[in-house]
């Protein structure tokens, strides 16, 4: 842990090597770590403190979004939050299994549409939602971004990415026994989204404020 302390992106030599953990991880959660994702850009994933933040970092501006009624908080309070801005919000209701109709959910994208977001397992009753299908009819609509909430699915399925097809995936390190507030944000290459926080340069100015190292490092040596 001593390894651990002083500033990521400090210049000096100790900030040097925390960077070098940051980046060692970040490669770890993007490659190895999610079952060995191929074909990814070498740094696809940004740091976050939480499924949270990883959920309100992929808003992008527009005006309607298509999600489900059984989203986790961190997906339907911001999206909630985002209405109150102009944004017109379509919930999708889910069959009694808790899965949403790809059909219904497509004929809900119109050329105002301009992100979706479906939950990939439900942290409740444990619905795995077609992702791979969804993500294909999403993608069927040019320029509608795709996000899927990965959280409770990481530590259960393979969540590969390469060949899947989605533009945002968040994790978080405590589903899979990591530390706590902290997770990821997988951005596909090629997808601009707005920086959450202002102040700095760290995670490719999307989230300013020193990065967590110890954090970090412990999600990525989790999904070893």
Known sequence: MADLVGAADARGAGGRGQSGQVERHRQGVAIDSIRDVRGVARKPIDLVTCEVQAAHAGERRGHRIVTTSVEHHSVGHTVRYLEKFGFEIVELPVDR????????????ITPKTILVSVMWANNEVGTIQPIAEVAARVHAHRGVLFHTDAVQAAPHLDVRVAGLEVDL???????????????????????????????????????????????????????E
Do not use: S, W
């Not at 299994?97 to 809900?108: C, H, I, K, N, Q």
């Not at 951005?187 to 707005?194: A, D, F, M, Q, S």
């Open 97 to 108: 299994y808790g899965r949403v109709d790809p059909d219904e959910l497509e004929a809900a």
């Open 169 to 223: 995936m968040t994790i978080a390190a405590h589903k899979f026994e990591g530390p706590k507030g902290v997770g990821a944000l997988y951005v596909r290459h090629g997808t601009n989204i707005l920086a959450q926080q202002q102040g700095g340069p760290q995670e490719r100015y999307r989230r300013a404020g020193t990065e967590d190292v110890a954090a970090a490092v412990g999600m990525g040596v989790a999904l």
